[in-house]
């Protein structure tokens, strides 16, 4: 399947607007942007499984010039392009209604059709409507978990200050560094998993 790579996910949409007089286009574009002002950077990073999320909304097409002819659009479109841990969008779908249920609302309630979080079938049955295949999904670490991802980059960050902390010091100092950069390492694992975004 184009869509999956090892235990990965890699979804696409295109949403369309209501269209109106355009309001929901740039009220929805307006809250995309204010979305940036999350402490970790976006709320789908309270989603624990997703890698990668972008948003974009696509008004307009390039014209090429003669001879070619010019495409309109009969709807303003959101794109949605997802990497989640998981192998079917309803994994994604019932994520992002358990961890982040009023944003979805406050993004999705601009698109035509979009059916409320009443069902949650209902609702993954309008992301697979919206889908459009991937047809060369590529991931670097196919199949890690985001929290393996993340435990590895803290592990990264504690061995280069490791390494900068105790390069020139005696051996018998470097061992007890190592140790003690270790411990730090497996209790923050344990009691405090790194936030998506926090790294």
């Given at each position: 399947?184009?869509?999956?790579?090892?235990?990965?996910?890699?979804?696409?949409?295109?949403?369309?607007?209501?269209?109106?007089?355009?309001?929901?286009?740039?009220?929805?574009?307006?809250?995309?942007?204010?979305?940036?002002?999350?402490?970790?950077?976006?709320?789908?990073?309270?989603?624990?499984?997703?890698?990668?999320?972008?948003?974009?909304?696509?008004?307009?097409?390039?014209?090429?010039?003669?001879?070619?002819?010019?495409?309109?659009?009969?709807?303003?479109?959101?794109?949605?392009?997802?990497?989640?841990?998981?192998?079917?969008?309803?994994?994604?779908?019932?994520?992002?209604?358990?961890?982040?249920?009023?944003?979805?609302?406050?993004?999705?309630?601009?698109?035509?059709?979009?059916?409320?979080?009443?069902?949650?079938?209902?609702?993954?049955?309008?992301?697979?409507?919206?889908?459009?295949?991937t047809n060369l999904f590529l991931a670097d670490r196919p199949d890690d978990a985001v929290t393996d991802i993340l435990h590895a980059l803290v592990c990264k960050r504690e061995?280069?200050?490791?390494?900068?902390?105790?390069?020139?010091?005696?051996?018998?100092d470097q061992k007890a560094g190592f140790e003690a950069m270790w411990e730090r390492v497996q209790r923050v694992q344990r009691e405090q998993p790194p936030h998506p975004g926090?790294?």
């Amino acid at each position: 399947m184009a869509n999956v790579n090892g235990k990965k996910f890699g979804l696409t949409c295109l949403f369309p607007i209501i269209r109106k007089d355009r309001t929901d286009s740039l009220a929805l574009r307006a809250y995309l942007r204010k979305m940036d002002g999350d402490p970790y950077g976006s709320p789908l990073s309270k989603v624990p499984l997703i890698h990668m999320a972008r948003f974009a909304i696509i008004d307009d097409l390039p014209y090429q010039g003669v001879p070619n002819n010019r495409d309109d659009l009969l709807s303003d479109y959101m794109l949605f392009v997802c990497d989640f841990d998981g192998v079917n969008v309803d994994t994604l779908v019932a994520a992002m209604i358990e961890n982040i249920k009023p944003e979805v609302e406050k993004i999705w309630k601009h698109c035509v059709a979009y059916p409320g979080l009443a069902s949650k079938d209902a609702l993954t049955a309008y992301f697979e409507r919206c889908q459009l295949e991937t047809n060369l999904f590529l991931a670097d670490r196919p199949d890690d978990a985001v929290t393996d991802i993340l435990h590895a980059l803290v592990c990264k960050r504690e061995f280069t200050q490791f390494v900068k902390d105790y390069q020139a010091r005696p051996v018998s100092d470097q061992k007890a560094g190592f140790e003690a950069m270790w411990e730090r390492v497996q209790r923050v694992q344990r009691e405090q998993p790194p936030h998506p975004g926090s790294l």
